[in-house]
């Protein structure tokens, strides 16, 4: 039987993954609860009904048994339609819905987590956590709940254990949408920290501040410096297809 607290039902399919050799790490509004102790601030909290999870796509055959052994309902045409890149299943006794992307995160930008899969414990690391949540373009209110939380309790470092800056500089430099969608992303909540009050304010403020700083100080690429010519007269990103969840309703 699966677990009703969503947490516990995510850290369940985790756990049994590990138990075969398949690592499967948490990201999304879970992750964001586990990892950040604001998440709980009853001016950040947030209801988080369904699990979002990426694993390696060399495990699929092994991520699929552990999904059936724990008997979550598969959406099957989905999933043989995207076999290899990402899966949907379904508690239908919780009305829950698992999401699982095979080593790359695609939605409005794509990002490659295969080696960040490898690191942290049952979450994908902060800063991965953070860039999922940064490449949102028509964001909502719990994607901004995330990113204020996030930078709440994590400080924009070089070291491991923070908000890597430099790994997010590194990857905005070669990448102009990307750059441009984590900046105008960064400008928002910029915009919403005004609305905090005291010390939290300045902590937003500040951090975000230190990291639009290295992105901008980073040195663009040659691809870049060529798609910053043509700005937004083109579109930089994609708007994900709505996939429905017709088998909740």
């Given at each position: 039987m ?40 009853p001016r ?7 699990i ?31 076999m290899g890149?990402?899966l ?17 995160f ?22 991965q ?10 964001k ?8 204020v ?17 430099d ?7 070669k990448?102009?949408g990307?750059y ?5 992303s ?13 010390e ?5 403020e ?5 990291l639009?700083?290295?992105?901008e100080?980073c040195p ?13 007269r083109?579109?930089?990103y ?12």
């Amino acid at each position: 039987m699966t677990p009703a607290n969503a947490l516990e039902a995510a850290t369940q399919i985790i756990d049994m993954a590990e138990r075969k050799g398949v690592r499967l790490r948490l990201f999304g509004g879970l992750a964001s609860k586990k990892l950040c102790p604001s998440a709980s601030d009853p001016r950040y909290f947030r209801e988080n009904k369904d699990i979002d999870l990426i694993g390696k796509r060399e495990d699929s055959k092994e991520i699929v048994k552990t999904m059936e052994t724990l008997g979550y309902k598969p959406r099957e045409l989905f999933n043989k339609l995207n076999m290899g890149q990402r899966l949907i299943y379904y508690d239908m006794g919780n009305r829950r819905r698992v999401d699982l992307f095979l080593d790359e995160f695609i939605m409005c930008h794509k990002f490659n987590f295969e080696e960040s899969i490898l690191a942290g414990t049952h979450t994908l690391p902060i800063t991965q956590l953070l860039m999922t949540k940064l490449q949102v373009v028509e964001k909502t209110e719990k994607e901004y709940k995330d990113l204020v939380v996030a930078f709440k309790d994590f400080d924009v470092t070089t070291e491991p254990g923070g908000i890597r800056g430099d790994e997010i500089a590194d990857l905005c430099s070669k990448d102009w949408g990307v750059y441009t969608t984590f900046w105008k992303s960064l400008e928002a909540v910029l915009a919403m920290a005004g609305e905090l009050a005291g010390e939290d304010k300045e902590l937003l403020e500040s951090r975000i501040r230190k990291l639009t700083g290295m992105m901008e100080r980073c040195p663009k690429s040659f691809g870049w410096r060529m798609r910053a010519r043509i700005g937004e007269r083109s579109r930089w990103y994609d708007l994900p297809d709505s996939d429905g969840d017709a088998m909740l309703k």
